[in-house]
């Protein structure tokens, strides 16, 4: 469990007894369901991370519910939108293993996360990772209760595939970046696990054969 859970929870649990002790026992049951929602809710469950090359692992649980194609910078990439409901796991991961290169914050408005303005215009945290040649970005976007980003690594960090690297508290989004040459394999509607679903495969680099590498060296 994410040790917020057991912050919200002692706080509320604290209410209850105070409520029982001024009041009476059953002003306290609000507050004791309460607690165990903020319990349940901030779960950190373990999570088997694909091991298969270039895989692209789901860096939230939630549901798809875009795949398109955006410019950014003058370059078309293939973007994943994946929607968290209160109900679902706010633990982030990294959908990658690579090295943190980047981190913007950006403060903005707090739109309905399924909308699409939300990838614009809500406050967003903009995660860049870059690893075994490939680049990808991640958005970890606030919804309509998400007051909260956190996002744990610093650049220069390194990171595993499926790393617990950041959380969104409460209802949001995430937003994936991916090369436009990328095999996404998700559709609208698809529910997926963070670290657990892949969502995409990139390319994988061939090794070089022995004698290759040995007419590489001689060059």
């Known amino acids: 469990m994410v040790r917020d859970g057991y912050f919200y ?29 903020f319990l349940w809710f ?3 469950p373990e999570r088997h991370i694909p091991a298969t090359a270039g895989a692209v692992a789901s860096p939230a649980d939630g549901t798809v519910t875009h795949v398109s194609t955006v410019s950014v910078g003058g370059l078309t990439l293939s973007r994943i939108s994946i929607f968290l409901s209160v109900f ?19 403060r903005g ?4 996360a399924m909308g699409a303005n939300s990838a614009a215009e809500n406050e967003q945290n903009i995660v860049t990772v870059k690893g075994d040649g490939h680049t990808v970005v991640f958005k970890q976007i606030a919804g309509l209760l998400a007051r909260r980003i956190v996002f744990t690594p610093k650049v220069g960090d390194r990171v595993a595939r ?21 095999q996404i394999q998700v559709k609208p509607g698809d529910r997926v696990k963070g670290g657990a679903s892949v969502i995409a495969l990139l390319a994988v680099a061939q090794p070089l054969e022995p004698s290759q590498a040995g007419q590489r060296e001689a060059r």
């Open 109 to 112: 408005k707090f739109l309905n």
């Open 42 to 44: 901030f779960r950190d």
């Open 9 to 37: 929870g002692a706080g509320c649990l604290l209410a209850a007894i105070l409520l029982a002790w001024l009041a009476a026992w059953p002003y306290a049951i609000p507050a004791l369901l309460l607690a165990a929602f």
């Open 162 to 182: 499926g790393e617990r690297i950041g959380l969104i508290k409460f209802g949001s989004r995430v937003d994936i970046l991916l090369h436009n040459a990328a």
């Open 88 to 106: 679902d796991v706010h633990v982030n991961r990294s959908p990658i293993a690579g090295v943190i290169r980047d981190v913007r914050y950006q």
